[in-house]
């Protein structure tokens, strides 16, 4: 899922995630998206880089991944034929006599924000900061399968369920969640449309009012959405190793 930025002067502000320090030498080269499609075996069987993504650097990222070892998506526990997008942040590092490709960041999703749209930051309701509320709120959506939008299925703050009528940050962080631009990954006419588990915790912290996405532990948090009602037993393609800094 894509990060949202810093909202205008006067409203809420997310923090996105940081990106791994450069080191001396190292050059950003921004990012290179490529859809696999891995069988239940954990076998890459289709690759198809995205359009609009550097050309030239495509590649090798494809020879990379050909290398990969990937983990199986599971339904109920059986592992089943699926797509994701990998999304590579790419680096330049200095070698002896010039430069080598690495990793910088990774990540692995079929259901995104479209690009060059934003998240709607959540508002954090005026009631809830006068007295003092803060919260971990985790929101379970199901994304529209035409793009746009998407169905929440519940809302859990602080380890609990919310509903509407009972929990203003938890009311706030299922508005929020509802309108983003999501986008789903779209192979052959198959739609690969994942639930969403949407993390946002509200702290009393700078400006008195501060929102950010949980930068925590996924596979805690997906394992805790799928006990939330409505969730489904799915787990996504995962890499089977850490390739962060690797040379491609």
């Known amino acids: 899922m894509a990060a949202a930025g810093s909202a205008s002067a006067g409203s809420v502000r997310v923090t996105p995630p940081e990106l791994p320090k450069l080191e001396k030498g190292e050059r950003d080269l921004g990012l290179v998206e490529?859809?696999?499609?891995?069988?239940?075996?954990g076998q890459l069987t289709a690759l198809r880089p995205v359009q609009g993504t550097a050309a030239d650097l495509v590649p090798a990222l494809e020879k990379a991944i050909?290398?990969?070892r990937f983990l199986p998506a599971k339904r109920d526990?059986?592992?089943?034929?699926w797509a994701t997008r990998v999304s590579a942040q790419l680096k330049a590092m200095p070698v002896q006599g010039g430069f080598a490709l690495a990793v910088r960041k990774i990540d692995l999703h079929a259901v995104w924000v479209k690009h060059g749209e934003t998240q709607k930051i959540a508002r954090y309701p005026v009631s809830a900061r006068r007295q003092g509320q803060e919260a971990f709120v985790l929101v379970l959506a199901t994304p529209h399968p035409e793009g746009g939008g998407a169905d929440v299925l519940s809302v859990e703050v602080n380890g609990k369920t919310a509903t509407r009528s009972n929990d203003l940050l938890g009311e706030a962080a299922r508005v929020?969640?509802?309108g983003w631009p999501w986008e789903v990954l779209e192979w052959d006419g198959q739609r690969y449309a994942e639930q969403i588990c949407a993390p946002m915790s509200f702290s009393l912290g700078r400006n008195n009012r501060h929102i950010r996405q949980w930068s925590g532990d996924k596979d805690?948090?997906?394992k805790a959405c799928r006990k939330m009602p409505g969730g489904v037993d799915f787990e996504p393609i995962k890499l089977a190793e850490d390739v962060i800094g690797r040379r491609l």
Do not use: F
């Not at 490529?34 to 075996?41: M, S, T």
């Open 77 to 81: 526990g059986r592992a089943v034929d």
């Open 66 to 68: 050909n290398r990969w």
């Open 176 to 178: 929020s969640v509802s």
């Open 34 to 41: 490529i859809d696999v499609r891995i069988n239940a075996q």
């Open 220 to 222: 805690a948090q997906q």
